[in-house]
Nanobody, 117 residues
Framework: QVQLVESGGGLGQTGGSLRLSCTAS????????MAWYRQAPGEQRELVAV???????NYGDSVKGRFTISRDNAKHTVYLQMNSLKPEDTAVYYC???????????WGQGTQVTVSP
């Protein structure tokens, strides 16, 4: 099992920045992709950003150019730098990790991000 613990959520302002962190523990060998998803009230969970073990990244259309995902493999930690925040970024943000393509995703408990107008 992989345990994921997020931190760094909270209240941000429109145009401001927040940085989320997620640290993995447990059976962390062979973790490949790490990602951030988010879910707003009444909405489906959506991909925010994903980074592979090789460092390739992909972003949801709504955050391209504003958010940056990165990882520190030595610390088993993935980060999400969120800039130019918008009220529509308000959601619970979930960290996720996957050991190989098509394998199950492990999920964190989520951290609330609220962006005030």
């Amino acid at each position: 099992q992989v345990q994921l613990v997020e931190s760094g959520g909270g209240l941000g302002q429109t145009g401001g920045s927040l940085r989320l962190s997620c640290t993995a523990s447990g059976s962390i060998f062979n973790i490949n992709a790490m990602a951030w998803y988010r879910q707003a009230p009444g909405e489906q969970r959506e991909l925010v950003a994903v980074v592979t073990g090789e460092g390739s990244t992909n972003y949801g259309d709504s955050v391209k150019g504003r958010f940056t995902i990165s990882r520190d493999n030595a610390k088993h930690t993935v980060y999400l730098q969120m800039n130019s925040l918008k009220p529509e970024d308000t959601a619970v943000y979930y960290c996720a990790a996957q050991k190989s393509l098509y394998a199950q995703w492990y999920w964190g408990q989520g951290t609330q991000v609220t962006v005030s107008p």
